[in-house]
């Protein structure tokens, strides 16, 4: 063996032996597991229930860093640029990694290049709710609706480029409608004004929704993901009325820098999926209305880069810019 292939041995084989002890000794001091929103939403939740375990599981504080400002980006930021040895998460919600690649001309991070994809952790479909004054009872008649007087039906929505605000133009885009977009500073004055007959219209979040519904106050007209969730199981999606491509769903995963060992990964990986199985943790969240998703860390990054690609078709044809 040559002198030059020896070493090469040699320093696979130190690279091996690395890769194992910090698998085995990790972690070695408190976890930062920043959360890009302030306390309080639902992300903020997310974490919280997830940092409780992992401490349990790992035999050290995962202490939630609520980073908040620009819309997320800024909490993004702060991961991709620290340490890459696994004692810093960020938890990951579709509007920073999946949508705001197309939306912002510039950020200071690349959602694919900067992050390892640890695991997705939940789903959460939007419910399309409508004022009882709006003349339809399900999809196919606000459809009609719709067409029959464009541009007049207003839908709202938390934020410009808000998962509910880019859901709607998708339905606009397949349905060959025009509804007008309302935007709001949160999902609570929006939903105040739908309640209030200001708006007609809104694609939200289960949490904010579901007590208006049950109470006959809204009206719900279809769901936004694959299938029905559990929470309003007589409720069609909107792929079973009509169109069997849409799926619109807000999730959420867990990422840590780039170049993180893989063994460190795939520890925390199957941390976070033994978590999620747990009675109390599927309990909790599913009231919540979340659906728990958890995946390998390489089909996550497949899925990432998919809805990547098909909300910047979104972004595009709506021609929203960040506000």
């Not at 309990?283 to 690609?309: N, V």
Request: glycine share 8%; with cysteine.
């Amino acid at each position: 063996m040559s002198s030059l292939s020896a070493a090469a041995v040699v320093c696979i084989g130190l690279t091996a032996l690395v890769g194992t002890t910090s698998a085995q000794t990790y972690p070695t001091k408190p976890i930062r597991f920043v959360v890009p929103f302030a306390p309080g939403g639902s992300t903020d939740t997310l974490g919280r229930v997830l940092a409780v375990k992992l401490s349990e599981a790992l035999g050290q504080q995962v202490v939630v860093d609520n980073r908040s400002g620009a819309n997320g980006n800024i909490g993004m930021e702060i991961v991709a640029r620290a340490p890459a040895d696994g004692h810093t998460l960020l938890l990951g919600y579709i509007a920073n990694v999946a949508i705001a690649p197309s939306l912002y001309e510039k950020l200071p991070f690349d959602p694919v290049k900067d992050y390892e994809p640890v695991t997705l952790i939940a789903t959460s479909p939007n419910v399309l709710v409508a004022h009882p004054s709006v003349a339809a009872k399900n999809l196919k008649e606000l459809i009609a609706l719709a067409k029959a007087q464009p541009g007049k039906l207003n839908y709202a929505s938390a934020s410009i480029a808000s998962v509910g605000h880019l859901t709607g133009e998708l339905l606009n885009e397949l349905a060959g409608i025009k509804m007008t977009h309302v935007a709001y500073k949160g999902s609570g004055q929006a939903v105040t004004d739908l309640l209030g007959g200001h708006i007609q219209l809104m694609f939200s979040g289960f949490s904010s929704t579901l007590p208006h519904i049950k109470s006959g106050k809204l009206r719900a007209l279809a769901q936004t993901g694959e299938k029905r969730s559990a929470a309003l199981p007589d409720v069609p999606t909107i792929a079973e009325s009509g169109f069997p491509n849409f799926e619109a769903t807000a999730w959420y995963g867990v990422h840590v820098p780039a170049k993180t060992p893989k063994p460190i990964v795939n520890r925390l990986n199957a941390e976070i999926v033994k978590a999620l199985q747990q009675p109390d943790v599927k309990d909790r969240l599913g009231g919540l209305g979340f659906e728990i998703a958890a995946s390998t860390p390489e089909a996550y990054g497949k899925y990432i880069r998919s809805e990547i690609t098909k909300w910047a078709k979104v972004v595009k044809a709506s021609g929203a810019k960040p506000d």
